[in-house]
């Protein structure tokens, strides 16, 4: 069964500062890779999504996120956060159509 | 609105009695699962369908649990004798079956037990 890591539980930034949030997953076949946001108050919704071809997936709102096989990572990045990124986010794995998500990792930007 | 639907959204309730949750799906989509959300912690799988059939249950989902898509649209998920434990959020997601398999998430039922 596929597992996954995500590596910080809460982060605080400053407006503008850069985000990079890891995610690491173990599974040794084809996987489809995800990372969900959560809105306060809001359901989780689709950031960005990795399926195959170019490791390095943008997805909405500026975010990124780089898929190192060799690393078994997806980690998620955004070069300049905003207030409202205020939110928490989960990367998570798809090898066999249900997904395994990671605990989540909470993000408050402060203005 | 387009997006999946989950009825109703709270639910309290005391411990020993049965509940049941609704989730509507996107009406085009064939497969339609279940999750569980814990504070703290990520979603986690419990079952899914794709049509009418249940394809997978997890070993999460005890015999007090079961579910429906009786016509392969909406399903129910009903626990019977309800313990504090089962207190969570219950999500439910739908996706076109296909392997490039992106799912999309109702709001959930946060479940209660007193």
């Known amino acids: 069964a596929q597992s996954v890591s995500q590596h910080n539980h809460h982060v605080i930034l400053s407006e503008a500062a850069s985000l990079e949030l890891g995610c690491n997953y173990s599974y040794g076949g084809t996987v489809n890779l995800f990372w969900y946001v959560q809105y306060p108050g809001q359901h989780l919704q689709l950031l960005l999504k990795y399926f195959s071809g170019d490791p390095l997936v943008k997805g909405i709102k500026g975010f990124e996120a780089e898929f190192i096989k060799s690393k078994f990572s997806f980690n998620l990045r955004k070069p300049s956060v905003q207030w409202s990124d205020t939110a928490e986010y989960f990367c998570a794995v798809n090898a066999d159509y249900k997904l395994s998500f990671g605990a989540g990792t909470t993000v408050t930007v402060r203005a | 609105d387009t997006g999946v639907s989950q009825d109703p959204r709270h639910k309290i309730t005391k411990r020993g009695q049965n509940v049941t949750f609704r989730c509507d799906p996107i009406s085009e989509h064939n497969r339609l699962y279940w999750y569980r959300q814990t504070l703290g912690q990520g979603p986690e799988f419990l079952t899914y369908?794709?049509?009418?059939?249940?394809?997978?249950k997890s070993r999460l989902l005890s015999d007090r649990f079961s579910a429906e898509r009786p016509k392969g649209s909406f399903s129910t998920l009903e626990i019977q004798r309800t313990e504090q434990g089962d207190s969570a959020m219950y999500l439910c997601?739908?996706?076109?079956?296909?392997?490039?398999?992106?799912?999309?998430f109702g709001p959930g039922t946060r479940l209660t037990v007193l």
């Open positions: 997601a739908s996706s076109i079956g296909t392997f490039y398999n992106e799912q999309f």
């Open positions: 369908f794709q049509n009418e059939a249940q394809l997978e």
